[in-house]
């Protein structure tokens, strides 16, 4: 299966209907429906429906869910020596990546005598979904977990869909020892969603969820954030978008497009060039690549999906890329540095033709759970701030008060809220 290629070199300006460009559209209404029904089992009779829901979904349902630290480290034991390794390295760059996000705000004196700052607080309790199936994401516990331990949430809680044997995969198991994930769960799909948002007899209810899923994860995470648990960010299929002049290596570009297209079958990969000659040449090279592929399946029916444009100029590429907002943006071009100064909507981007989407979702140090679907047109990556909450803080002297006092009474008694005034006006009054 071919990306489909459109020749949009000749138009001139934004195209009133947009540029052709769709993400693929799921059946939403009937979706939700499903899963709300799961979501009020789990919170009306927990742990049983979840145990139901595991049996049916994953046909298995180990007791207890939760393993023990001598379980962890068993299954830990079995991982190979150079994947151990290969955590470890991928760790240690999240760390020192995420350790840079800490920072002590100052205290602001805005007045003489009224001083404001913020503190930085971790949430207490967090959970971590981590899908398995045929491709257990151990990356994105590092992702999830690292900036979690380092902002200081007290309680980081893992659920995972375990496999036909009741158990998780090894590399999942070792990573979470290794980062200090507080419990795990094995536990998966919209049940495990549930469990985490409303808590069952075993499982304890979090304060915020985090983490990739299918269609039906992501929709159990928006309906409960409804509810008022947070969530990290309205999340969609995996999506690639490339920006590729002439001095791009087609090898290299087919290779980034079908890394992201062996994600899944409704992921989405977006070609965009003013070179007809590379996209030519791109195009065929993803046709034989993924031939190479194990999941060569899954990545041809994304391939239907994508597309691939000729456009007039870099400007009108940096156009259509800031519209379509790509959670993933490799800029594999000449000047990427200068290039980059345009982007304006994006969750990650990646600079020249030696910076493959892959070491993002590994091992840069970056994270790789990013806004999809669009919405990093106002969402960011996760990050340590995604953590924590951010608390003001204030305090006046008399001064300060007298200071600032007859702005505020001026301004309650202009919005005809009477107190707020009287709650200064009382205090520079007189003594309590």
Not at 101 to 122: F, I
Not at 132 to 137: I, Y
Not at 152 to 173: K, M, N, Q, T
Request: aromatic share 4%; net charge negative; hydrophobic share 45%.
């Amino acid at each position: 299966m071919k990306m489909i290629v459109t020749d949009i070199s000749r138009v001139t300006g934004r195209p009133a209907g947009g540029w052709g460009l769709s993400r693929p559209v799921m059946d939403m209404r009937s979706l939700e429906q499903a899963v709300a029904g799961i979501l009020e089992e789990v919170r009306r009779d927990g742990d049983a429906a979840v145990r139901k829901y595991s049996l049916l979904y994953d046909q298995s349902a180990p007791v207890p869910a939760e393993l023990d630290a001598m379980e962890v480290e068993a299954g830990a034991e079995c991982v190979g020596e150079a994947l151990k390794a290969a955590i470890r390295q991928a760790a240690d760059n999240i760390r020192a990546f995420h350790l840079q996000q800490l920072s002590d705000e100052p205290v602001v004196e805005t007045l003489p005598g009224v001083r404001c700052w913020r503190k930085a607080v971790a949430i207490e309790k967090v959970g971590l979904y981590i899908p398995g199936g045929s491709a257990p994401l151990f990356s994105t516990l590092l992702m999830l977990s690292i900036p979690a331990k380092i902002a200081g949430c007290r309680e980081i809680v893992l659920c995972s869909p375990p496999d036909s044997r009741g158990g998780l995969h090894p590399a999942i198991l070792y990573a979470a020892k290794l980062v200090g994930v507080t419990r795990i769960v094995r536990v998966g799909g919209v049940q495990a969603i549930g469990a985490m948002a409303y808590g069952t007899e075993t499982i304890p209810r979090v304060d915020k969820i985090f983490g990739p899923g299918n269609q039906y994860v992501t929709c159990a995470k928006q309906l409960v954030q409804r509810e008022g648990v947070a969530i990290d960010m309205p999340a969609g299929p995996s999506e690639v978008a490339v920006y590729a002049d002439e001095t791009a290596g087609p090898s290299f570009v087919a290779a980034d497009l079908l890394s992201q297209a062996e994600h899944g079958g409704d992921s989405q990969v977006v070609l965009v060039s003013p070179s007809a000659g590379i996209v030519e040449r791109v195009v065929a090279e993803v046709a034989r690549q993924v031939e190479l592929l194990p999941r060569a399946e899954i990545a041809r029916k994304a391939l239907s999906g994508s597309r691939a444009f000729v456009v007039r100029d870099e400007e009108q590429a940096m156009a259509l890329l800031n519209d379509y907002a790509p959670e993933h943006l490799i800029l594999a071009c000449r000047e990427p540095d200068r290039v980059a100064g345009s982007v304006i909507n994006a969750g990650s981007v990646f600079l020249g033709h030696y910076s493959p989407e892959s070491v993002g979702d590994y091992a840069s140090g970056t994270n790789h759970v990013l806004p999809t679907n669009g919405h990093s047109r106002a969402y960011s990556g996760v990050s340590v701030d995604s953590f924590v909450k951010k608390i003001t803080f204030q305090q006046l002297t008399r001064e300060g008060l007298a200071g600032i006092g007859a702005t505020v009474m001026r301004m309650a008694e202009a919005e005809g809220l009477e107190a707020h005034a009287r709650a200064v006006s009382i205090r520079l009054e007189g003594d309590n």
